[in-house]
């Protein structure tokens, strides 16, 4: 375009015509006016979390021809692929030609979430088949009915028909027609029960099942227990015949804040429902350090014990209602938990973990009875306690090595398990390496004015307008009022929102680097409440309990404490063999909030170290999934032995150097910007977008 | 015969250079300024890096006679502690490079009243000033906003400006032309977070002055020390935010211990009262000095001149053989 | 060059290649639960190599060169009292510790008439810090023209503390040696001169010998230490011959950078200083890289001051920072005023104090011995239990200062509120924030 005349200064700007696709609107507009106002004017409504300052990537829209006719001022949400496409972010870019622009449907702010009700496929790392892997077994028998010629007791009797028959008679699943197959040819593979023993209990029902059912039953028996391994097998429990097409386990993982349980059908492999909630312990102290106090106190632990066991059976019934069974028909449980939770399970006292020189009564708990601890699967069910490595490395740690898969590669791998206690493991192949520190429940939504669990009505991602403070949320939606067309009022904030909403606040500017709250920018939502400064995410009229959602000052130190003791941990975990965190090659992130929170916001808080995104993979609860392998495979249980073994444990309170990493982390999202490049760029921007 | 090649370190970082005080030309009324910072090794060691100029010895008076301070010192300046203008006079002559006017904690305290005592302060000599307030947060932003206003232009360093209140006293310097003394609790991220936060709010990084506190001789002096050292050891590797100049307060530290103040039912192994009390004022100080302070608040005479004897040999550059 | 853990453990059996070796892996023979563990605590010299059975020789060879100390170890004693110096590892005490305070010593003359009273009043001196007893650690004997075996007989004994012999004459030197036989003493010096009678005196004696090369020349003082460590000396210390602020400073730092850095053995010993009459350049001495410190003149307000300086420069800055537990006042308070309580770890009593202090509201702080540990860190390992918070104010008797019996108590530690009512009957227990900060504000509201 020519300017007539240079000596007249005179600017004439452009006008190109605007086609919106698939409406088909069309619009005249002025060179260099935006994308995202020029729909505005047509009524298009784009979703602008962010105020329209090209951060969160959501107003993305296709310019035909690859974007010729337009000029993007920032790029910063979109990959190369994207631009080839032509894809742009509406509020990013400006007018240059005549255009077509296509609008992707809007997503709807509400969105239905993995909660515990709905079941994801869990893959296991290998192919399951019972009769190798499975240590708990359901034999069909057909026992000859005694007869005057042939007195032998009927335990003996029981006994020969296990032995008698071809070790394969163990039974073997047949996934043709969905039943157990008693195969005659199939080759000793050494598990045949040869020696049987019962508890007195389970003898005391052997007469009349053998009578009542004439001589056919199902036995259920547990072989090679890894604490006698060359032992005999042990009957667990005589079924009637024809119930065979299920048996049950449950793999538990105890957190400090929440309990996670996986109901599991032992024949097949498959996890059949998933159950969670928080610990009933919560109420006797929201950390390990005051539930061993308060554990240390008159009958505190038996209180403690039946607090958690109180909450295992809850889940258990949950699950089973939801196959349709009896908790009673699980004859195997495999339990993962830091080393408080196992103690306090198992009622042993936790006192010495917490005092020098912090040692356990026991890392490594022998099997108990279910009946023993009140647990109400089948009360001659074994309770496997998975082994720790230390005081505040629990099994949850040597069981999520074992479930991550840590350990299988020689890339240097730096695994992290957010909880109530961070724990991370750094190594590969040749070495690991954990520490503990504690982080606090707020990333599981406790201990937070407004937290909450990750389930219906939890706010979990947030986006700030850059102008107006005003924020834009997500809730995970209840089904039933999504089915009828209606949003699902907000009840709190779980982990994954106070991450987004934390960071989301930092880089708009409504706090600090040090998490004060800004007041000269004069928005309403910031002001002082009951307690303190705070921010308001929600106005009462948009919560299921009519009041403001909000998060205080208070919240905000204690997210920054949570996220700074993580990143404190690992830095120091690094340091002490001397390794660079961008060495790192893989980072794992295990945790009840692992698979829902955002790697950039994690990163732009300084709870993640700002490494490639694709260096990160969440791994979801991988105490739980270690705990469903060891339930499942003899051999991921032994793994998970050795994993404890073998890792070395450091203590960071034997020096002060987790302190130093600690102060250096308390700022947003670190004291060391440079550590944060990719932060550092967003700030930069932000400033310039101040500017313009 | 072998050769020893003198080990040199590579420096790529500089300390900031700060001016203190302003002169008519500049907006202010200062017969002199005086720079600090600049230095591109560790103290003194000419051998490797620059040392621009020695470290500034500011000497401290008190709006009123101190009620609080040990015999031994106000014996040392005699009847000018009743007068602030005379003070600050006997502390130029003292050997003073720059005056930190402390305003003690009394009822007649107000921002009128502080605006009197500074006009005094300002009118009795011609070097620049710090003007810390009697270190409480609300009286300290009401006195200090009084006298930036007052002295607008001057170019003082205003303190004590930390985490809880610097918004106040960063705003006051910017709005009136001076500088902060920003004051973290003797830990190397702490002074890097409140230098972050306070330049966040525009005041200039060349307008920051960083006190990373220090505790007397006996006292915790060896965890300013390290936190000095460190913060100098990370300016000199490029570090942005640890690269302001370093004011510390040994002289009100020192005597504030014990050791300094009590001259009587202490233990014989003490030794002479004001040669114990006067080392541990300059012990105190020559320790941070070598660990990078720019800026050193001193109390006694005595140890103003035992300091400065030790910096003009530090800045002799004798060191320098090869 | 020191390894890291990690470089550690790669040579030891839990990774060894060769699966004879590699059976032994996390054997915990040694003592500690991993290799890796092991490996670590070797890295920090607090495991020895000899402890790992099946660590195989070429491993054991890179190791134990590894280990060898960059500034050779000297020490120096009389009737037991022994002084070691060198073993050093970092330039700054922040990267790990100094490890070994560089020895005081005064300097008295041969052809002074009370050596033997200042030698008596050296030995004596003895000043109580923090629960530490310091001492200085003895009597530099000069040869000034007297009578020199004489004068060393008469410090030694007067003075239980070791000796350093300032002697060039190699005849009285030897004189001295014998007059100081029964101790070790520190020879000083060789030079250019006369290296040869003072090396053969020193290996005869068995004592360490001081080099001095003339203002500062480093190239001659570690050709000087060369030669007399080939005459058969091998505990040696370095004079570089330079006693001013500036030149002290810049010579003492090449010398403990060619050792620690350079890996520059003919300097990789401790160096001796002399601060004449100043006790400021005896505290640059002690701060940067003297062993050996020579003062003057001996006056308790002199060094008091200088050896709590030492104790302070040689902390471990790797232990937390503490506070001395007891009663701290604020503002000047009265009986009346708030009692309030929090840990010994230096951080957290500054964060309280100065809150308060600044809040200007006058107030008792009461600091209980939780082992240097934060509140939070300190209840967690229970160090800063009901039991201990109890036992301090009785122990303080802080009761006696006060009209009430109302004591404030972090609201970290809420939880104590129970026992602590127990522990001290008839006392009201409040719980306080959990923030430093909020504390004025705490502290305005319940107290008015």
Redesign the interface.
Known sequence: MALPGNSTRRIIIAEHSVRFEPSGQTVQARTGALISEIARQVGLDLNMPCGGQGRCGRCAVIVQDGGAGIRRRSTLRLTSEDLVAGYALACQTVLEGDVVVTVPVQEKIERRLVTDKTATPIVLPFTYDPLQHQSVRLLPLTLDPPSMVDQTDDWSRLKRAMASAPSSSLGQWDSGNGTWMKQESAADDGTGVVDLMADLSTLRRVGTMLRQHNWAVNAVVEIDIWDRPDGPARLIDLLPPGRTEHLWGAAVDIGTTTVSLYLVDLLTGEVATKAAEYNGQIKR?EDV??RI?YASKNDGLGELQSLVVGTINELLERAARRAKISPSEIYKMVVAGNSTMIHLLLGLPPSSI???PFVTTINHPPPALASDLGINIFPQANVDCLPGVASYVGADISAGVIGSQMCDSSALTLFLDVGTNGEMVLGDC????SCAC?AGPAFEGAGVRDGMRATVGAIEEVWINGETYEPTYRVISNPKLEAQGQPTPSRGICGSGLISLLSEMFITGVI???GNLNFDLGSSRIRRGEHGPEYVVAWADQTEQGHDIVITK?DI?NLIRAKGAIYAGFTVLAQ????DLSMVERVLIGGSFGQYINIEKAVQIGLLPDLPWEKFHFLGNTALQGALLALLNREYRQQIGEAA??????EL?A???F??AF??A??LPH?E??QFPSVAEVLADRDMQSVR | MPTIEVPKEKWNGKVREITLGATAAEGGTRAKTVTVGGETTLPFLHFEGEIPRPPAIAIEVQDRKPVDWSPVLLEAWGDVTEDVAAWTKAAAEAGADVILLKFSLHDELSPDYARQVLRHVLDATGLPLIVFGPGQADLDNDVLVAVAEEGKGENFVLGVCEDKNYRTIVAAALAHGHLVNARTAMDVNLAKQLNILISDMGLPLERIVMDPTTGALGYGMEYGYSVMERLRLAALQGDGMTQQPMLVTPGEEAWRAKEARAGEGVPQAWGDWAERAINWETLTASTLVESGADIVVLRHPESVKRVRGMIDVLMSKSGVTS | MALSGLEIYKLLPGSSKNPEVKKHANCKECGFPTCLAFAMKLGQKQAVLAQCPYVEEESKAKLEASAAPPIRLITISANGRKLEVGNETVLFRHEKTFYHEPGLFVRVKDTQADAAEVAKAVGEYMVDYVGMNLTMNGVAVEAAGGDFAATVAAVKSACPLPLVLLVEDPAAAEAGLTAAQGTQSLLWAATPDNWEAMAKLAAQYKVPLAVRAAGGDLDALAALAEQVKGAGVEDIVLDPGVRDYDSSLAAFTQLRRLALKHNERNVGYPIIAFAGDDPVLAGQHIAKYAGFVVLDRFSSGTVYPLLVMRANIFTDPQKPIQVKPGIYEINNPKPGDPLMVTTNFSITYFSVANEIESSGIPGWLLVADAEGMSVLTAWAAGKFDAERIAKSVKTTGVAEKLSHQRIVIPGHVAVLMGELEEELPGWEINVGPREAVDLPNFLKMQWG
């Open positions: 102290g350090i005051s106090i917490r005092l020098e040749d070495w690991l390496i504690s600090d680097k040090a208070v130190d002490s063999v001397g390794i073994q073998g890792m070395t444990y450091l309170s020096d002060n150097s302190y130093e102060t250096s308390l700022f004291t910007l440079a």
